[in-house]
Structure formats: structure tokens, C-alpha cells
């Protein structure tokens, strides 16, 4: 199956890769979510949040390399004031010439936060439902519900966000069914993107003595998600290489056509631990080089200077414009 998978992702994208430079710009959060090693409670953790121009500095870096998507990801606390994150979203674009894509990843918003990032130029969301199974949500996340996160998903939809979202493979109490709940349920949704990975045990966390999820099902879910969406950016997750030597470059070969490089500066990073073992092997100089040649090496390359936008937001863009409706046609709803 993952060899069709493959397939399928060379015949509607050729042997390209899509880059997103992921700046981890805050590791301050106010969750609590059990397997999570930036959770709220633990307190062995320094926290830190990045001021603009740090963060405006690692998008200047990726940029410089040829990377025109990012993604900034934080935990979720308003480290920002909606105001002040807006002009943070604009200094970006602006700095990158408005020839990028910009993606955030901080979690559980308002809808009217959601509405002012969008404004200000955020144009594309990851979240994931981390798992479909409502009571395993719930064991998981105190607090939080799975119906809030899936209204949050269908708002970031709704108000136009590129929108991507997951699910956490060996997630703690997971239920046997579950595996085939959160295909179909991911399936169903239509995402623009996915980013979904294994669990890995973090230490000082209540979940550092639960069992890793398996690579082999990581694998096995990319290639079905491919197989049912054919053009969906699927990304290859950093937790991959948690599990195997190489695991990120692994998964492009079975339906992954994304590959995030990692831009936060090396002293954040190495705070920004969400589970043992991150790897960290983009924190070096002369990365974009390396991460051609070990790419090629699985046979395929990197699409440097493309913001590569999912064929799956095209072709909702176009049901819109056939349709006549315009897209702020709805907004008295938000
Ligand atoms: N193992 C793997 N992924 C994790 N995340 C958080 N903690 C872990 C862990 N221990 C993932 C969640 C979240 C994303 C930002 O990081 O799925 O959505």
C-alpha cells in the first residue's frame, strides 16, 4: 500500500517536496494535555516566548534559503495580544516581499481572533483533533472537549484558512477501533493539509511511561490518507525520527509530499521539547544543502521558492467562484 501511495504523490505532485520552516516562537501553555512536554503543569520546563524581531530574524533565515511557507507554533496562552500578533503576522509578509504563506499553529482561538489573524495575512491553520475517540479526548485533555476542537476547525474553514489537522497515532488510553476512527474521521473532514504523527513519551509528564505509537502505522495511515485524498499536502512529521533513523525522509515514501525543516534558533529549540528525542537535525549551517542531498537519496527534492498551496484550497477557491458566491458573503456569521 505504501508503495502505490508513493505513486499516486509522484503522479499529482512529481518528485517535489513542499518546505514549511517551522519557527517554535513560544513554549509557554496553558494546557494540560497528559503527554505533552511544554503541558502546563510541568515545571521543569523554561519557558520562554521569542520577541518580533527574534522571530522576524529565523523567518529572515529561512527565507534567505528559499523557504516561502511558515509556519509559526506556539503552546496555547495569549502570549501576544491579538493586536500585537497581527502586526507580527503583517511585519512578516511584509518583510518576505508578500511572497509567502503564512501559517499558525497556537490552538484554540475565538472565532474573532481566528477572523483577525486571517485579516491580517495568516492564511493557513494547523490543528490537530489529536483523536476522534471523545472519551480518550477527554482523558487527555482536561478541560477540553472533541466537539470544541472540530467547531474550531470548521470556523478556521469557514473563514477561508488553508486548514490542516491530525491525529496522534498511540495516543495514552487509545481504544483498538480507534486507528480506523480517526481515518475516517480525518477523511471526512477534508482537510487542505495533515500533519499527524506518532506519540513519544515525554519525560515529567503523566504519560512518559506509555509506549511510543508505531512507525509502521504512521506509515500505514499516510498512504491510506493519500490513497483517499489524493491532493492533500501530507506532511512528514519531525516526531517520525523520534522512532527511526531517517523516519522523516522514510514517509515520503509512502504518500508524504511536505517536509517541515525546523528554523527556531537552537537555545529555544532545545526548550520547546514536546517529547523525548526531538530531533534537531536542521539546526545546523549549511542545512538546505544537506537536506537536498539527503533527500535526493530517497529520490526526491525539495521545492525551494514555491509556497506551495494545497490543490485541494484550489479547487475549493473555484467552487466559490463558479458558484458566484463571495467568500465574504458569509461573514455576518463570524
Ligand atoms: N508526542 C508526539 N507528539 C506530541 N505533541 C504533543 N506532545 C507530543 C508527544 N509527546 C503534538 C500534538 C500537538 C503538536 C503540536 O505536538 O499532537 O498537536
Redesign the pocket.
Known sequence: MTAAAEQLCLQNFGNGVFIRGIVEFSNVCGCD?L????RKSNRGVSRYTMNREEILSAVRSGYEAGVRSFVL?SGEAPVYTVDSFCRIIEAVHRQCSNEIALTL?VGERSRSEYRRFFDAGADRF???F?TANPRVYALNHPGRSLESRFEALHTLKEIGYETGT???IG?PHEEPDDFELNLETLIAFRPHMV????????PQ?P?AAFP??SFEKVLQAYSRIRLALPKVNLAS?T?LD?LAAQGRYKALRAGANVYMPNLTPADFRKRYR???KKSSVDAFSGWPQILEKEMSGFGRRPLWNEIGTSPMMNEDIEKINRSGISPSATASER
Not at 35 to 38: A, F, L, Q, S, T
Not at 195 to 202: I, T
Request: hydrophobic content about 40%.
Open positions: 494535555c503527554y505533552c512536554g511544554i507554533q499553529s494547523l490543528m490537530r489529536e491530525g491525529f496522534l495516543i500533519g499527524l504523527g506518532p506519540f513519544v513519551p515525554a509528564t504519560a511510543p505509537g512529521v516526531a523520534s514536546l517529547y523525548e
